[in-house]
């Protein structure tokens, strides 16, 4: 690694000037540090860079290699055990969280000294940056600055930036790397997707036709920007679409990056949020920025700004958006609305500025209860995911028996349906105690069903399905009812709301 002719005693010392500084009245620590490194460090070149450069990360990733030293200098650490996050593995492992320390760092040929070191500023904000050193040599310093250590810099920088099996999601007011998110949409193909075909079609020509038509939107003097709303009530195909999208866009032989935003939570504000959100967006662009549950995260405080953000002066370039929203219908078919979970709830409209004028959100897609046809091709998907299971009789008519007595159900519901049913049946064949699976079924079965196992479970869990709706929506009736009495009342409406909410993101994990 990088030699250098300070004395011996010198290397141990860097720590004890930052224990001296914090001990007396507080100057720049940054300048504290570099000037410590610059006089124990006199051969070396000592650049100073933010924590978001991601040296350390860069070597993690396996573009370079970073030792962290112990023996020639002290550091600060916090003693951490890291659990397991899978519950089948017993050990989790111990990990240092660095505060203070040195790493031996190289990078193709070149050697490093890299220190890390955060602190506090004003007391509340923690700041961490690097310092780099580099050995002097007089063809290696342009303008006081190492070539090495920028050509380093550079490297680390734009592979920080660039995603690398990765899906941008914004949170607690920063922007992150999800590994985790990628691996879950790469699952997700268009194949999973019941939809009506059309539509389907229409939807992927709508989005591949964006990014890859920019000349004909600049012909033809087109800003190229484009806004979708898929809106419906809960589970029905709007957050698998949207997985679907993200993996078909990053198969891409020029694959475009997805900005997911999951919260405007944050000290700073909601405003702060948006600011923060757009400006990754244009940066990053051509890019698809999504916003799940649109209604949710702007709300009257923000819309204003979040609406000049859209179409304000700033340019929106490349930018895709699409929100998702789980606004429904207020319907007069008995049917519908006895098939909605609870219906009574206040459901909040998106409002008209964000839907209906032009520029924003360009073309809005409507995710419907799933037709007969729909339900069908459904449980046919079940039916060849079951194909090579032999303890399974899925016979092809028995999708269109299902698909007849589940009218009014959501894709959530259905899922919820087979995946109940086919607990039962392992129980079962295993001798467990779960109700048996030849329950039956007041209309009889169908000709060819006799005695499947599958169809009478499935018909059980039906019935079974449809009793809690009924019990939901007479809830739902009670609490809009008691809304109506009077403001004493309407802390009930409040709750209903909020449980419909929940139930709303219950249904959405159930579908993903």
Known sequence: MVESNAPEIAKAQVFNDIKIHYGAARHSTCLTIATSLRSYYPDCTVT??????????????????????????????????????????????MVDSISFGKFDYRWKDYEFIIYSATWFQDDFNRHTDTFVLSKKANDEIVDGHSKRTDELIAAASQWSVDLHKEVWVFDQETWSKDSELWKSVQESTWDDVILDDTMKKTLVEDVEGFFDRKDDYKEFGMPWKRGIIFHGIPGNGKTISIKALVHFLSARSDPVPTLYVKSLAGCHGPHFAIREIFIKARETAPCLLVFEDLDSLITDQVKSFFLNEVDGLESND?????????????????????????????????????????????????????????????????????????????????????????????????????????????????????????????????????????????????????????????????????????????NMSQMMRAQCRAEDRRMKQAIM
């Open 318 to 490: 490349g930018i895709m958006m699409i929100g998702s929203t789980n606004y429904r219908k207020i319907a007069s078919d008995t049917r519908e609305i006895d098939s909605v979970l609870i219906i009574s709830c206040v459901v909040d409209r998106l409002d008209p500025g964000i839907a209906k004028r032009p520029s924003r959100f360009d073309r809005k897609y409507h995710f419907a209860l799933p037709a007969v046809a729909e339900r069908i091709r459904y449980c046919d998907y079940w039916r060849s995911k079951l194909e090579k299971n032999k303890s399974i009789d899925f016979p092809p008519k028995l999708s269109a028996a299902i698909a007849d007595i589940t009218e009014g159900f959501s894709f959530a519901y259905l899922k919820e349906t087979f995946i109940t049913s086919l607990l039962v049946i392992v129980a079962a064949q295993r001798g467990g105690d779960i109700a048996e699976t030849n329950g039956t079924v007041k209309t009889g079965d169908p000709e060819g069903l006799e005695g499947n196992a599958l169809w009478r479970t499935i018909s059980k869990q039906v019935e079974t399905l449809r009793a809690e709706q009924e019990d939901s929506r007479k809830s739902a009736d009670e609490a809009a009812q008691n809304a109506s009495n009077g403001p004493a009342a309407f």
């Open 48 to 93: 100073v860079t933010p924590n978001v450069t991601g040296l350390l990360g860069f070597a993690e990733a396996g573009q370079a290699q970073a030792k962290f030293d112990t023996t020639t200098d002290e550091y600060l650490a916090w003693r951490l055990h890291e659990p397991v996050t899978d519950r089948s593995k017993r050990k989790g492992k």
